[in-house]
Nanobody, 124 residues
Framework: QVQLVESGGGLVQAGGSLRLSCVAS????????TGWFRQAPGKERVFVAA????????GLGDSVKGRFTISRDNVKNTVFLQMNSLQPEDTAVYYC?????????????????WGQGTQVTVSS
C-alpha cells in the first residue's frame, strides 16, 4: 500500500555530513508520520528521528540531538535526514519507516511500512 525508498547513504570521514532522503509512494494518505531508525552490526534497531505531515511535529533521539535534523518536502512526498558531525558510532543501516499517527514514535513495532535501508559508514 505504501512504498518507501531511501537514498543518500555512503562512506564519509568522521566530522563529515550526509543527507538521506526517503521518498514515499502509493497510498500515502494513510500515513501521517515518517521516522528514521538505524541498526548497527550486532545491535537492535533504534529510533533516530521522526516528523509528521499534518501537524509538523518532529522528534530526535538523544544521541543525535545537535547534530542531525529532519525535514520534509510536502510537494515531493520526501523526508530528509541531514546528518552533520558524523562519527564512527553513527555507522549503521538507516531505515525509513511510516505509520498512521504520532503517538509512540520511538517504537519500532508500531511502524507499518519500512524501506530497504541505506548504508552509512563513517571512517575515523
Amino acid at each position: 500500500q505504501v512504498q518507501l525508498v531511501e537514498s543518500g547513504g555512503g562512506l564519509v570521514q568522521a566530522g563529515g555530513s550526509l543527507r538521506l532522503s526517503c521518498v514515499a509512494s502509493g497510498r500515502t494518505a494513510s500515513t501521517d508520520v515518517t521516522g528514521w531508525f538505524r541498526q548497527a552490526p550486532g545491535k537492535e534497531r533504534v529510533f533516530v528521528a521522526a516528523i509528521s505531515w499534518s501537524g509538523g511535529y518532529f522528534g530526535l533521539g538523544d544521541s543525535v540531538k545537535g547534530r542531525f535534523t529532519i525535514s520534509r518536502d510536502n510537494v515531493k512526498n520526501t523526508v530528509f535526514l541531514q546528518m552533520n558531525s558524523l562519527q564512527p558510532e553513527d555507522t549503521a543501516v538507516y531505515y525509513c519507516a511510516a505509520r498512521s499517527h504520532w503517538s509512540g514514535i520511538f517504537r519500532v513495532s508500531e511502524y507499518a511500512y519500512w524501506g530497504q535501508g541505506t548504508q552509512v559508514t563513517v571512517s575515523s
